[in-house]
């Protein structure tokens, strides 16, 4: 069974930075890309940021330039560094791992449960 881990969500001032972590354990052979989603009350679950086994990297317009996404294979762990944090970042960010292959299942997609990001004014 695949799980996503996630940790460092919380509560900050504006302009303030966090750290979200996102670990992946199980069974599992590879994942592909892995991601940060994000969901805002009465808003649909938007990309954040995403990154593929080979460090290729996309980001969402809205925090180019302030969030930056790593991963760590050999740990099997993403990581969102965000900074210049604005209000209209709080949200509950979600980790994404796509592609995963297990034996049991093939290939499929798995989510984290989710931590909550705040950014007081």
């Known amino acids: 069974q695949v799980q996503l881990v996630e940790s460092g969500g919380g509560l900050v001032q504006a302009g303030g930075s966090l750290r979200l972590s996102c670990a992946v354990s199980?069974?599992?052979?590879?994942?592909?890309?892995m991601g940060w989603y994000r969901q805002a009350p009465g808003k649909q679950r938007e990309l954040v940021a995403a990154i593929t086994s080979g460090g290729s990297t996309n980001y969402a317009d809205s925090v180019k330039g302030r969030f930056t996404i790593s991963r760590d294979n050999a740990k099997n762990t993403v990581y969102l560094q965000m900074n210049s944090l604005e209000p209209e970042d709080t949200a509950v960010y979600y980790c994404?791992?796509?592609?995963?292959?297990?034996?049991?299942?093939?290939?499929?997609?798995?989510w984290g449960q989710g931590t909550q990001v705040t950014v007081s004014s």
């Open positions: 994404h791992a796509d592609g995963v292959f297990t034996l049991r299942l093939g290939v499929a997609d798995y």
């Open positions: 199980g069974s599992f052979f590879s994942i592909n890309a």
